[in-house]
C-alpha cells in the first residue's frame, strides 16, 4: 500500500502563503480540482489557491464560536472536541479523501487552518495520511502595512493577529514535519526556498526545472510586494509588542538554524495569548 501524505501551507494572512502554495504547485504538488479554488481577487490578482470548500468549512467553525479570520481571541480549549464540529469534521475528511483518491501527494491552504490545526491532526490521523507543514513568517510590520491598506487595521489588531496565527502554526507543529520559509525569500532565492522545502520535507524534486522555473517567475511579481521593513525597523517602531518582537527575531534565528530549540518559547508565548 503507497503511503500518503498532504502538504498544508500554514501562516497569517499577507504572508506569502498564496505564493508558496502556486510555487509548490507548479513544482508537481496537486491542488486537487481547480473548479474548487478560489477565484483571483483585487489584492490577490493572481490568485488565493484555496480550495473554496474547505475556506467555507473553517469559516463555519469559527462561526460555531463568535469567530472570524479576525478575531485575535484564541478558540476555547479543547474546542475540536466539541458536538458541533462533527459534520463539520465529516465534511473535511471527505474533501480529504477525494483528492488523494488519485494522488498520493495533495495540498491545500487557508491561513485559516493556523487556527484550526488540532482538528486537521485528527483528521489526517484517523485517515493514516501524513501532514507535511509549510510556516510563512513575513515580517510583521509588512503584514501590518497590508492589513492598514486591505482592511483599515490598527496596529494592535493586526499584531495581535500576527501573534496568534504564528504562535498557533508553531505550537500545534511541534514534533510534526515541518519547515519554516520566510516570505521575502520568494523575491531573492525561490530556488533555494524551494529546495529547503523538498529536502526538510523529503517531497521529490522534479529533474527539468527550467520551465517550472519559467513559471514560477512569472507568477512571482517583486511588483506586487507593496512593503519591505528591516528588522531594525520592526525592533525601532512604536505600538509593536514586545512578544511580537521576541518571537520574530527568534524565527530569524531558526532560519539561519534549523537545529535551534524555540519550543519553550513558544509555548509560553502561546499559553499567555
Same mark, same amino acid.
Given at each position: ?55 467555507? $468549512? ?10 472570524? =479570520? ?35 501527494? =495533495? ?144 524565527? $530569524? ?21
Amino acid at each position: 500500500m503507497i503511503h500518503k501524505k498532504v502538504v498544508c501551507v500554514l501562516g497569517m494572512h499577507r504572508s506569502g502563503t498564496s505564493a508558496i502554495t502556486r510555487a509548490l504547485n507548479l513544482m508537481g504538488i496537486s491542488l486537487g480540482e481547480t473548479d474548487k479554488l478560489m477565484e483571483p481577487g483585487i489584492d490577490n490578482p493572481k490568485g488565493y489557491w484555496e480550495n473554496t470548500e474547505i475556506v467555507d $468549512i473553517h469559516d463555519s467553525i469559527l462561526e460555531l464560536f463568535s469567530r472570524t =479570520w479576525d478575531s485575535a481571541d484564541p478558540l476555547p480549549d479543547n474546542w475540536w472536541n466539541y458536538d458541533q464540529i462533527t459534520p463539520l469534521r465529516e465534511r473535511l475528511k471527505e474533501i480529504v479523501q477525494a483528492n488523494l483518491s488519485n494522488n498520493d501527494l =495533495w495540498m491545500w491552504k487557508d491561513p485559516r487552518t493556523s487556527l484550526l490545526i488540532p482538528l486537521w491532526l485528527e483528521i489526517l490521523k484517523n485517515l493514516r495520511i501524513t501532514p507535511l507543514f509549510v510556516i510563512c513568517i513575513r515580517n510583521p510590520l509588512d503584514v501590518y502595512h497590508s492589513l492598514e491598506k486591505r482592511n483599515q487595521f490598527s496596529k494592535d489588531i493586526a499584531f495581535r493577529l500576527w501573534n496568534l496565527y504564528t504562535l498557533s502554526s508553531l505550537y500545534w507543529t511541534n514534533n510534526k514535519k515541518r519547515t519554516i520559509v520566510h516570505y521575502d525569500s520568494l523575491f531573492y532565492d525561490i530556488e533555494d526556498t524551494l529546495r529547503k522545502i523538498s529536502n526538510e520535507l523529503m517531497i521529490p524534486f522534479p529533474q527539468n526545472t527550467d520551465q517550472m522555473f519559467r513559471n514560477i517567475n512569472a507568477f512571482i511579481d517583486s511588483d506586487l510586494r507593496h512593503s519591505f521593513s528591516s528588522l531594525d525597523q520592526l525592533l525601532y517602531t512604536e505600538g509593536v509588542p514586545e512578544e511580537t518582537k521576541i518571537l520574530y527575531v527568534k524565527l $530569524i534565528d531558526v532560519l539561519y538554524n534549523p537545529s535551534l530549540d524555540i519550543e519553550k518559547l513558544v509555548k509560553r508565548l502561546y499559553i499567555n495569548l
